[in-house]
């Protein structure tokens, strides 16, 4: 068996030293994204972030999300899990470590749905449990575990959460300079001195994350922190050659992402078109109808043929004043300040400083007073819908995976698992509009309807195969 390089030597031997890499992305990091991102200098990605438990038991999920991607341009590839559960935790890590460097936990995730799932930051105070996560994962599988946190308010707890991590076995540390509460509205800039800390503080080598939108930045954060790299996902999902220094026009990466995603293992079409509003967000301002068609089309062709007329739309378009760049050049997204000042968890006024905007999967969830698009749309349609975390109902959850449980369920079971257990039982769930016990009955009493008018014919005297009498 191979030896399992650690620390520095897994990031220079395992890693090749990478320094720019693409963040763990929940619909977003594909393969087609982490291809076209390393194309234009990324030297490092990771997997969006895969459940553990449901990665074990569940081949086509292992084969959706990990195993139809294999492709020997996306490595150095390191998948990210969430989990609770050390054991589980092993079991997803030893069927996932033939097909990347290294496996990552995820210890950032803020969302209301990893509260609910109890992981990601929601761990973050769990030391005994984390300790026995990383430890036997670091124990039992063939490559390095890694871990991916969020910053707590206080500087020394931070470097100490660090440090039990690394005790613990975790061979590299991404370093979020973010606190859980720093999300939605509250997101604010990230703390680079506690990521500094962290690495003056180990011995495994740090990667820093957080306020990223330019090559510059990215130099600038190695030199004050001392980091061996650099995550960035906001920045990388509105310009992919970030990591080049360049400025391309959009339709170079989108057209070339297009053409990618035709090249590979198909691509859920959600996560293309999610791409192109990402790469296209400021074109989409001005030209409001194809923002329309792109909503609308429903397979790669019409996302393509959108992306081309916008193309075409740009180059006979003059300058739009208001933005740094014309609209058409990948640059970040500035998010808009809120109109109320809020406060972040360190006690600091959130206001001018440039807000990551809400659309971010790890930051959507916490916003009340400036809600994302996809709110303030189900709130024109239900005007009285509340967004505020404390008011919303408590869920109830399915008793085999967490995920909140469908209302009526006969099984007290979420869709996906009520699925499969009516599926194997041939039950019924109305609640979740699934009908294999009356299907099953249906086909039996057609195929009993069928036996007996054969049966009556042949009582009549014909033989099979050949047609009654009277209709000759
Ligand atoms: C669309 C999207 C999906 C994300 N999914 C994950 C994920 O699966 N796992 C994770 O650890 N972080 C996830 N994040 C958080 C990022 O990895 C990153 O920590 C955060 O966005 C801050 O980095 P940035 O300032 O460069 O955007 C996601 C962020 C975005 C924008």
Redesign the pocket.
């Known amino acids: 068996m191979a030896v399992k390089l650690q620390g520095f030597e897994f990031w220079k031997t395992t890693l090749r030293g990478a320094r720019y890499v693409v963040?763990?992305?929940?619909?977003?990091?594909e393969l087609a994204w982490r291809l076209l991102s390393r194309r234009h200098g990324a030297e490092l990605c990771?997997t969006?972030?895969l459940h553990a438990q449901v990665f074990v038991r569940d081949a086509n999920y292992r084969k959706d999300n990990l195993y139809g991607e294999v492709c020997p341009e996306d490595r150095p590839l390191i998948t990210?899990f969430?989990a609770n559960d050390p054991e589980v935790f092993v079991q997803a890590c030893l069927l996932a470590q033939d097909y990347c460097d290294a496996i990552?936990l995820?210890l950032?995730?803020p969302q209301m749905i990893a509260k609910r799932g109890h992981y990601?930051v929601f761990l973050q105070d769990e030391w005994e449990l984390l300790e026995k996560m990383v430890k036997l994962a670091n124990e039992k599988i063939s490559v390095p575990i890694t871990c991916?946190i969020r910053v707590f308010n206080k500087m020394e707890e931070t470097v100490q959460y660090a440090q039990m991590l690394e005790k613990a076995g975790c061979q590299l540390l991404?370093v979020?300079g973010?606190t859980k509460d720093q999300k939605g509205p509250a997101t604010g800039i990230?703390s680079w001195g506690h990521i500094t800390a962290v690495r003056n503080a180990v011995n495994i080598p740090v990667f820093a994350?957080?306020?990223?939108q330019h090559l510059s930045d990215v130099e600038q954060c190695m030199e004050e922190t001392g980091v061996q790299g650099v995550?960035?996902?906001?920045?990388?999902?509105h310009n992919p050659a970030l990591f080049e220094g360049l400025s391309p026009p959009v339709w170079e990466m989108a057209e070339e992402y297009l053409e990618v995603v035709s090249q590979y293992p198909p691509c859920t079409l959600s996560y293309v078109r999610?791409h192109l509003f990402k790469l296209w967000h400021h074109t989409l301002q001005i030209h409001k109808d194809l923002r329309e068609e792109l909503a609308k089309v429903k397979n790669l062709q019409g996302l393509t043929e959108v992306s081309r007329q916008l193309r075409l739309r740009c180059q006979e378009a003059g300058q739009v004043v208001g933005l740094p760049f014309p609209h058409w050049i990948c640059q970040p997204y500035v998010r808009p300040v809120p109109k109320d000042p809020v406060a972040n968890s360190n006690g600091t006024e959130v206001k001018a400083v440039r807000h990551?905007r809400a659309?971010?999967?790890?930051?959507s969830d916490g916003a009340s007073d400036a809600l994302s698009k996809n709110k303030q749309k189900k709130k024109a349609r239900n005007p009285h819908k509340n967004f505020c975390p404390e008011q919303k109902p408590k869920y109830i959850k399915c008793e085999q995976c967490g995920n909140p449980k469908g209302n009526q369920c006969v099984f007290n079971l979420c869709r996906g698992c009520c699925k499969k257990k009516a599926y194997k039982e041939v039950a019924d769930c109305p609640s979740h509009g699934l009908k294999f016990k009356t299907k099953a009955e249906k086909q039996k009493s057609e195929r009993e309807e069928e036996g007996k008018s054969r049966g009556l014919q042949e009582e009549g005297g014909f033989l099979p195969g050949l047609a009654p009498l009277g209709l000759m």
């Open positions: 963040a763990p992305m929940v619909d977003q990091s990771y969006p972030m990210q969430c990552d995820n950032g995730c990601g991916k991404t979020h973010r990230a994350n957080g306020n990223i995550m960035s996902a906001e920045g990388n999902l999610a990551k659309l971010s999967l790890e930051d």
